[in-house]
T-cell receptor, first 117, second 112 residues
Framework: AQKITQTQPGMFVQEKEAVTLDCTYD???????LFWYKQPSSGEMIFLIY??????QNATEGRYSLNFQKARKSANLVISASQLGDSAMYFC??????????????FGKGTKLTVNP | KAGVTQTPRYLIKTRGQQVTLSCSPI?????VSWYQQTPGQGLQFLFE???????NKGNFPGRFSGRQFSNSRSEMNVSTLELGDSALYLC???????????FGSGTQLSVL
């Protein structure tokens, strides 16, 4: 079974600075996908960025980038120029294929990010 | 384009009752998944439906069930509620396999 580990329960960053949220994963699959989601206090899970295991370039989406180190099995999220609105829970997740062609996401425990003014 | 819509937003029930949660996926999305989120267990997969068929179910007791209608809308039912069923229930939809999941805002269920 696949496993996602987020070792930082909470992180603090000053507004306008960059922050890195850690994520390591464990899988025996050769093909897999990694996701980062943001969950503000409203509860909705907001998709941020995706990295496929065969993607040669690190994924980027605006202020979000993914530092993908396949050999180390890590997929850290980097948020540049932090904003107050970035304060939220951040979840790393991996796609797991199941029988019958179904798939599900396996989530880490999350990291609570607080951006200070 | 409207996002994933979940109703109701909040629910309060007592032990032993049953509850039905509703989810309307993004237009054109045929796959609907449900996840349970609790402080202790985190986010756990409940089940996935595609074209009205349950394709997979997570490690939850039979009290948790669901269905999907021809318009892709989905409902989740929990019978004989227990205190431990208190959680945020998130619904997500996607167009097809290998596409990212779009989540709704969830239904916060409190069992007293």
């Amino acid at each position: 079974a696949q496993k996602i580990t987020q070792t930082q329960p909470g992180m603090f960053v000053q507004e306008k600075e960059a922050v890195t949220l850690d994520c390591t994963y464990d899988t025996s699959d050769q093909s897999y996908g990694l996701f980062w989601y943001k969950q503000p206090s409203s509860g909705e899970m907001i998709f941020l960025i995706y990295q496929g295991s065969y993607d040669e370039q690190n994924a980027t989406e605006g202020r979000y980038s993914l530092n993908f180190q396949k050999a180390r099995k890590s997929a850290n999220l980097v948020i540049s120029a932090s904003q107050l609105g970035d304060s939220a829970m951040y979840f790393c997740a991996m796609r797991e294929l199941t029988q019958g062609g179904s798939e599900k996401l396996v989530f880490g425990k999350g990291t609570k990010l607080t951006v200070n003014p | 384009k409207a996002g994933v819509t979940q109703t109701p937003r909040y629910l309060i029930k007592t032990r032993g009752q049953q509850v039905t949660l509703s989810c309307s996926p993004i237009s054109g999305h045929r796959s609907v998944s449900w996840y349970q989120q609790t402080p202790g267990q985190g986010l756990q997969f409940l089940f996935e439906y595609f074209s009205e068929t349950q394709r997979n179910k997570g490690n939850f007791p039979g009290r948790f069930s669901g269905r999907q209608f021809s318009n892709s809308r989905s409902e989740m039912n929990v019978s004989t509620l227990e205190l431990g069923d208190s959680a945020l229930y998130l619904c997500a939809s996607r167009v097809s396999a290998n596409e990212k999941l779009f989540f709704g805002s969830g239904t916060q269920l409190s069992v007293l």
